[in-house]
């Protein structure tokens, strides 16, 4: 029995729960859609999930607020890189799980995801507009061209 003056003491491990968050959202269709009004008519700047990519990534990184959350999440690669970075993040050549990666434009498009470890990423597929896991190069099909990483992943994950 516990004493009743006696605090329970425990922590919440942001690192596990990120990562729990990352593979559990496989295939989720909340990341398909943001709205905007844009000459008073509605337009899916997401196009249904086929441009999700920076989306579901500023999305999981604000609710562990690895991002400034004042202005995210964001639907542009570029703009969830300049809050990542402007918020801690850095850019390493060490694959640790958790880390985002940025991979080459193909057909004029940024893209970024997820490192899962053992050789695989998580990041938005266009053609089925959900998370998916793949191999982080692609099956060397698109060149990494970043890995990013944040002082909560080194910490849970120091070098050896």
């Given at each position: 029995m516990v004493d009743k003056k006696q605090k329970l003491k425990f922590e919440f491990l942001n690192y596990q729960n990120y990562l729990e968050m990352i593979k559990a959202s496989e295939g989720s269709k909340i990341f398909r859609h943001v709205y905007i009004l844009n000459n008073g008519k509605?337009?899916?700047?997401?196009k249904k999930g086929k441009l999700s990519c920076a989306y579901y990534v500023s999305c999981i990184l604000k609710i562990f607020n690895l991002i400034d959350s004042k202005i995210s999440p964001h639907s542009t690669v570029s703009g969830t890189i300049k809050n990542m970075m402007y918020?801690?993040?850095?850019?390493?050549?060490?694959?640790?799980p958790g880390n985002i990666l940025v991979w080459e434009k193909k057909l004029?498009?940024?893209?970024?995801g997820f490192y899962l470890g053992e050789d695989k990423a998580m990041s938005n597929c266009s053609n089925k507009r959900t998370p998916i896991i793949h191999h982080y190069t692609y099956n060397n099909k698109r060149k990494i061209i970043k890995v990013l990483t944040h002082e909560m992943i080194e910490e849970a994950c120091p070098a050896k």
């Open positions: 509605k337009k899916d700047i997401l918020n801690g993040w850095s850019v390493t050549k060490k694959l640790t004029g498009n940024e893209h970024l």
